[in-house]
């Protein structure tokens, strides 16, 4: 699993090298998720549960392809799930599912400075957990998919060399192994936050 997540992140990179017509923006980005599960399988735990607020924080580069498009790969920890918050005589329980996640997003900007962006992101499962207050117990991973597909739909701003921006991921693959649980659910991100280019 480490060594595919290597590979599919140098090969992104290094295709920025490639690809770029002038110049190449590098960066870093950061901030909150607000994250959930969707589908219909999942329908019957949404009066228990509520938005896992986490973080995501990674590295990105922006390839300029023509005065108003672009092309931006990224490398991003994400942390993911849900929180559970109506259990009888309980604490509330976070479940946590984190990714390395590598969204490879197509930017058109509209007016100066101002972008929307849309694009596939691959994401690779690297923890899986639930977290009572009390301690936290990994669960099995034969459980549940490592890969998940997700599309991102999304809006930027830039300014001199800071930026802020706010995304939407919408899971396209299911979260658990259909052969261990008859539950469609798929992951549900919102993003937002703020990054600066080099």
């Given at each position: 699993?480490k ?44 009066e ?16 300029p392809?023509?005065?108003?498009f672009?092309?931006?790969?990224e490398?991003l ?12 005589n ?69 300014f ?24 469609d ?14």
């Open positions: 699993m060594k595919s997540i290597l590979f599919i992140a140098a090969m992104i990179m290094s295709t920025t090298f490639v690809a770029a017509q002038e110049y190449v923006y590098f960066g870093a980005k950061g901030g909150l998720n607000f994250s959930t599960f969707s589908g219909d399988g999942f329908s019957d735990f949404d228990e549960s509520k938005a896992r607020t986490a973080y995501h924080l990674g590295l990105l580069a922006e390839i392809l023509s005065d108003r672009s092309l931006q790969p490398v920890y994400s942390a993911q799930g849900y929180d559970i918050t109506e259990l009888d309980a604490e509330d329980i976070e479940f946590q599912l984190d990714y390395v996640t590598v969204p490879v997003l197509a930017k058109f900007y509209v007016v100066n400075g101002f972008s929307l962006e849309a694009g596939p992101q691959f994401g690779f499962l690297v923890k899986n957990e639930i977290d009572s207050g009390d301690g936290s117990i990994t669960l099995d991973d034969d459980n549940y998919n490592n890969f998940d597909l997700s599309l991102g739909l999304g809006a930027s701003f830039k001199n060399k800071f930026f802020i921006y706010g995304r939407y991921n919408a899971g396209m693959t299911d979260i658990y192994e259909t052969d261990a649980f008859e539950i659910a798929k992951n549900s991100v919102i993003q937002a936050g703020v990054g600066l280019l080099f």
